[in-house]
Nanobody, 123 residues
Framework: QVQLVASGGGLVQAGGSLRLSCAAS????????MGWFRQAPGKEREFVAA????????LYADSVKGRFTISRDNAKNLVYLQMNSLKPEDTAVFYC????????????????WGQGIQVTVSS
């Protein structure tokens, strides 16, 4: 019932920046917590960042805290992930997700998922 479409991936040099966007449609966007996850080849999908329904509460993985910022614009049904100071180890397929609970770092906490988008950081 909720559809998510991510965009903004690409290739960037180490130290550079990239901004991912996720557009939501279907059920009321503002009722959901939103999260970003990523998955590198041969690894499990891991938590990156999450934001609550109001945008007042956020949660970040230790590996990205201070470099990445999650935000949302409920009027436009959009969630963003601003990524600065990118490192080669950030290279992964990124996914946006929506869930009915609070801000949590677990894949199982999110009910709806967008398509994966590739982010590649070169040395």
């Amino acid at each position: 019932q909720v559809q998510l479409v991510a965009s903004g991936g690409g290739l960037v040099q180490a130290g550079g920046s990239l901004r991912l966007s996720c557009a939501a449609s279907g059920r009321t966007f503002s009722n959901y917590a939103m999260g970003w996850f990523r998955q590198a080849p041969g690894k499990e999908r891991e938590f990156v960042a999450a934001i609550d329904w109001s945008g007042d509460s956020t949660l970040y993985a230790d590996s990205v805290k201070g470099r990445f910022t999650i935000s949302r614009d409920n009027a436009k049904n959009l969630v963003y992930l601003q990524m600065n100071s990118l490192k080669p180890e950030d290279t992964a397929v990124f996914y946006c997700a929506a869930g009915g609970g609070g801000v949590r770092p677990f894949v199982r906490s999110y009910s709806y998922w967008g398509q994966g988008i590739q982010v590649t950081v070169s040395s």
